[in-house]
């Protein structure tokens, strides 16, 4: 659903907002004072100041991959913390081995991708995937 459909009436105070396309699962303005004016209660701040307006379930890709320990297991665990942080998964491809690229002194991947929906916004969900990163072992470098 469109941005402008969404706010009915209201869309002519944002005939502005028409050159912008919603691509993620939020319309980010600068201005929060927009926000109140136009009558959205459920607001919050986003780490870079603008603000998220949340709408509905939003559809989005996530690309997986996994070389280290046992990497079936990893994929299981993540898929099973993915859904209970608020990620509900409705498809998921086939799992391929892949050869390491750039830095080939490492085992090789076995990589895949989910379809799922999510009501949390972009940050939000940079930092549930960031965390089940981290609660299943990973730790920075390559």
């Known amino acids: 659903m469109s941005i402008l459909k969404y706010l009915g009436a ?3 105070r944002l005939y502005a907002a028409r050159s912008y396309h919603k691509v993620n699962s ?30 509905q379930d939003e559809e ?28 509900h998964i409705t498809r998921h491809a086939s799992l391929y081995e892949t050869a390491p690229a750039y830095v080939t002194d490492q085992p090789r991947f076995l990589n895949s991708a989910v ?4 009501k949390l916004g972009p940050h939000a ?5 960031k965390g089940i990163e981290k ?7 390559i």
């Open 26 to 55: 939020f319309m980010s303005v600068s201005v929060t004072g927009l926000a109140r004016v136009l009558g959205f209660s459920s607001l919050h701040t986003a780490p870079d100041s603008s603000v998220e307006l949340h709408t």
């Open 125 to 129: 969900l940079l930092s549930v995937l």
């Open 60 to 87: 989005v890709v996530i690309a997986l991959g996994s070389n280290v320990g046992d990497r079936l297991h990893n994929f299981k665990e993540a898929l099973t913390l993915m859904r209970k942080s608020g990620i």
């Open 10 to 12: 209201r869309a002519n």
């Open 135 to 141: 609660d299943l072992g990973r730790t920075d470098g």
């Open 115 to 118: 379809r799922a929906v999510t």
